[in-house]
């Protein structure tokens, strides 16, 4: 088990899905997440679910598009616990639309919590790592189309491969601070949220299982454990990193997928 014994990681997007299952996750393994978001209810809930699980967790609620939230996310976690050990940079908007009928509203909106929060995040954070001088770790989630492209994702392909670019330069140059920067690009998971907005029939679910090598959909395990393994000591040589966990799925595009497909019609 990896062992987060003292930490405090501010987990931004810990009101819901992926940033809530990662916060639970630190807090089973001796962390106080620090759950930040725009909803003060979904993160109360997400503290709350933690203590009833014996950990314990903050809730600051937090926009990550604005600077001066993020510096008050900052100072109210410095002061409570005396110092940040860890980010998970989670917070993300996307929607699907052809790039042609994309307006300067919806790729700012994207832009604006992706790329930009993550870098008002890491900055503020990176910096108040660096005056304590005792390193830290600092995990940004991405996605496989910031590499691969993805048709209708325009905003957020752009804004994760920034977030990639950003998590390689960080890693440059904060290393000799003590401070780990990495990327972890989890593929398609099934949550309850998810479920319901991208796959809600069996026939869609069983579509999407036949792009993954592994013939499974990921689960918030598989990713809330990766994030713990790279935000613990465990991974105290891993740095500028891209960990994919989606069961291979960014393998299978294209003609791949086809090959594929005409491989299992054989066998």
Known sequence: MHDLSGKTIIVTGGGSGLGRAMAMRFASHGATPVVAGRRADALAESVSMIERAGGRATAVTTDVRDPDHVRRLVETTI??????DGLVNNAAGNFLCATKDLTPNGWNAVVNIVLNGSFYCAHAVGNAMI???????????????????????????????????????????????GIRTNALSPGIVNT???????FPTEEIREFLKSRVPLERLGTEDDISSAAAYLMSDDASYVNGAVLVVDGGMWLNPGLFAQYAERSRARH
């Open 131 to 177: 005056a304590d001088g005792k390193g830290g770790a600092i995990l940004n989630i991405v996605a496989a189309y910031a590499w691969t492209g993805g048709p209708g994702t325009a905003p957020s392909a752009a804004a994760k491969a920034g977030v990639v670019s950003l998590t390689q330069t960080l890693a440059a140059e904060w290393g000799r601070y």
């Open 192 to 198: 309850p949220g998810s479920a319901e907005k991208l």
């Open 79 to 84: 002061g409570k616990h005396g110092r940040i």
